[in-house]
């Protein structure tokens, strides 16, 4: 006799379920929204790829790096640096394309990002992003919330760090495929 239990489930508010994405593959993980991006997701989504058995990105000849065993030293920074996400530039609509996770170093105005500093309106400039911002920091600080999808590359050397931008890497399926079908 099969015996069935009820389980419940009481969903963790402070944990998200992101969609990792690359050409039509995704890796689901889900993650406390405290995580830091580098090293610990770009950690997990290594992980999940290993887990895998893909030796490389799905749809391309991109190899994947090595999961490192120490996720804290030199040659780890370097392979989690190779990894590139980015995220839809609105939610509703994907076919608005893809934004570059990591904020660069940008100025705007005091007034435009209302911060009240400053002596005069938009006076002061006030630096945001970079490196060790809290737009780059974590889930959180990167505004991501539970079911967004987030597009993932690895980069094969210096050749490709300029942006070529993201059209292509992420195949979402529509209707129109389906119905074709």
Not at 23 to 30: D, E, F, H, V, W
Not at 51 to 63: E, F, I, Q, V, W
């Amino acid at each position: 006799m099969l015996s069935v239990q009820a389980t419940t489930f009481s969903p963790d508010p402070t944990h998200v379920t992101l969609h990792l994405r690359h050409a039509r593959t995704s890796t689901l993980l889900s993650l406390p929204n405290t995580t830091p991006i580098t090293p610990t997701l770009k950690h997990a989504l290594l992980t999940g790829l290993h887990a895998r058995s893909l030796t490389h990105l799905p749809g391309s000849n991109t190899p994947i790096p090595p999961l490192p065993t120490d996720p804290s030293n030199s040659s780890a920074q370097e392979i989690y640096d190779m990894i590139e996400l980015a995220i839809l530039v609105d939610r509703r609509d994907p076919a608005k394309g893809w934004l570059g996770l990591e904020v660069g170093d940008i100025e705007a105005k005091d007034s435009d990002i209302g911060t009240g500093k400053g002596k005069g309106k938009g006076k002061e400039k006030v630096s945001l992003g970079g490196p060790g911002s809290v737009l780059n920091e974590t889930i959180l600080g990167a505004g991501l919330k539970d079911g967004d999808s987030v597009a993932f590359r690895i980069r094969e050397g210096e050749a490709e760090a300029e942006d070529e931008g993201w059209e292509g890497v992420v195949q979402l399926p529509s209707l129109e495929e389906e119905e074709g079908e």
